[in-house]
C-alpha cells in the first residue's frame, strides 16, 4: 500500500509537468508567430517600425504569458513540495539500523567488485578498480574469460554469428551434456541470415551440411526451416515469418551467456548483483522490525537468522530450506531437519524437547505413532 501511495503522488507530479510543459509550449509559440509576424510587417511596410512594435507590444500584453504560465507553474511546485515528504514517509533514509557491523575480508570483497565489473563488460572500469584495489588477481583471471564472451555478444549484436558457432562448436559435447540445444539455434539463426540474402542454394548447402547430426532429435524444427526455402524470396510474408522476429536473436544471445557461464562454473548472474536485489527485497520489512524493537539492538546484533520472515522470490532461492514444523524455525547445521520412523520431518531440537533428551519415546505430533529418538535419522536436502 505504501508503495502504491508513493507511485501516485509520483504520477501526480509527472502529470502536473507535463501540463506545465504543454503550457509552456503553447504560449512559447504563440509568442514566437507574433514576433514573427511583426518583423515580416516591417520588412514588407515603408510606415515607421515603432507603430509596428507598439501593436507587438499589445498582442504580447493580450496574451499575458506569465499570467497563463503562473497557474500551471504553481500546481507544478505545489506538487513537487509534497513528493519529497512522501519519499520520507516511505523510504527511510536511515538504513544503519537494519543491519549490524560485520568484519569482511576486504580483499574477498574486492574481488567480487572486480569481478561483477568484467561480468557486466565494464572491462577498463574493472582495471581502474584493480589498480587501486590491488591484489585481487583472481579477478584478472575473469577478464580474460569474460572478454572472449563480450567479443562474441559484440560481433552477434552486428549480426555476425562465426564466433558464437566456432565457440560453440569447440563445446559441443559439453553443451550436449547440460542438455542444450544453442548449437542447432545457432545454425538456425545462421540459415535464416543466409536465406534473408536470397541465395536459396547456398542455405540448402547450408542446411545440408550443418543439419544433419539434429536430424534425429529435432526433425520437426529442421523441417519448418526446409519450408522457408519456399518463400526465400518474400519470407516476410509467409508463414514463418515469426522466425525473423529479433527477439529470436535475444534469446540465443541470453542462452548463450548462460552456458557460457555455466561451462565456466560461474553463474548466470552476478553474485554482486543478486545479493543487493535480495538485501532491497529484505531491507523493509527489517526497518519496520527494527523500528518497534529500538530498545533491542543488542538482541538483533547476536542474533544468528533474521528476526523476521523476508519472503524472497523464487530466483532468489538457491537451495532447499526447511521449517520445522513445531518450533517454526528453520533447521541449521547444529539443527538439522530429522526423519522419524513414521515418515515425518522434525528439526533436531523439537525432537530433544519432546524425548527429554532421548530419554524416553514420544508422540509424533501428526499421527499416532510412538517414535523413539534414537531410530531418527537427518536427512540432507
Known amino acids: 500500500m505504501e508503495l502504491t ?18 503550457k ?12 514573427e509576424k511583426a518583423i515580416e510587417m516591417v ?6 517600425y515603432k507603430s509596428e512594435l507598439a501593436e507587438l507590444k499589445k498582442k504580447l500584453q493580450k496574451v499575458a504569458p506569465l499570467s497563463q504560465l503562473e497557474g500551471t507553474q504553481k500546481e507544478l511546485n505545489i ?6 515528504k512522501a519519499l520520507e514517509k516511505v523510504l527511510n533514509p536511515d538504513i544503519s539500523k537494519a543491519y549490524r557491523n560485520v568484519e569482511f575480508d576486504s580483499r574477498i570483497v574486492n574481488q567480487i567488485v572486480a569481478s561483477h565489473f568484467y561480468r557486466q563488460g565494464l572491462f577498463e572500469v574493472g582495471d581502474c578498480f584493480i589498480a587501486e584495489a590491488r591484489d585481487v588477481e583472481a579477478a584478472v583471471t575473469m577478464k ?12 552477434m549484436k552486428s549480426w555476425n554469428l562465426e564466433p558464437a558457432l566456432k565457440w560453440a562448436t569447440a563445446n559441443s559435447d559439453k553443451l550436449k551434456e547440460n542438455g ?7 545454425h538456425h539463426l545462421q540459415f535464416l541470415k543466409i536465406l534473408q540474402k536470397g541465395s536459396r542454394d547456398e542455405a540448402l548447402k547450408y542446411a545440408r551440411t550443418n543439419f544433419v547430426s539434429f536430424a534425429g532429435s529435432h526433425m520437426a524444427e529442421i523441417q519448418k526451416l526446409m519450408g522457408c526455402l519456399l518463400y526465400s524470396d518474400r519470407l516476410h510474408e509467409s508463414p514463418y515469418a515469426h522466425l525473423l522476429s529479433p527477439t529470436n536473436w535475444d534469446t540465443v544471445t541470453e542462452e548463450l551467456t548462460r552456458q557460457f557461464c555455466n561451462l565456466l562454473g560461474q553463474s548466470y548472474e552476478s553474485p554482486l548483483s543478486v545479493t543487493v536485489a535480495a538485501g532491497i527485497k529484505g531491507l523493509p520489512p527489517l526497518l519496520k522490525f527494527m523500528t518497534v524493537m529500538v530498545g533491542k539492538k543488542h538482541e538483533w546484533q547476536t542474533m544468528k537468522q533474521l528476526p523476521v520472515p523476508v519472503e524472497l522470490d523464487k530466483e532468489f532461492q538457491f537451495h532447499s530450506i526447511f521449517v520445522c514444523p513445531v518450533s517454526k524455525e528453520q533447521s541449521t547445521d547444529d539443527n538439522p531437519p530429522m526423519l522419524l ?3 515425518h520431518v522434525l528439526c533436531k531440537q523439537s525432537i530433544n524437547k519432546m524425548s527429554k533428551n532421548g530419554s524416553k519415546s514420544f508422540k509424533c505430533p501428526y499421527c499416532p505413532n510412538d517414535i523413539n529418538s534414537t531410530q531418527c535419522r537427518q536427512l540432507i536436502f
Open 5 to 22: 501511495s508513493l507511485k501516485d503522488s509520483f504520477e501526480r507530479v509527472a502529470k502536473k509537468q507535463k501540463v506545465s510543459y504543454s
Open 24 to 35: 509552456t509550449h503553447e504560449v512559447t509559440d504563440l509568442i514566437g508567430q507574433e514576433i
Open 43 to 48: 520588412q514588407s511596410s515603408t510606415l515607421e
Open 79 to 84: 506538487a513537487l513540495s509534497k513528493y519529497p
Open 144 to 155: 580474460s574469460l569474460f572478454q572472449e564472451l563480450y567479443q562474441i555478444l559484440e560481433a
Open 180 to 186: 542444450s540445444d544453442l548449437q542447432l539455434r545457432l
Open 341 to 343: 520412523s513414521c515418515g
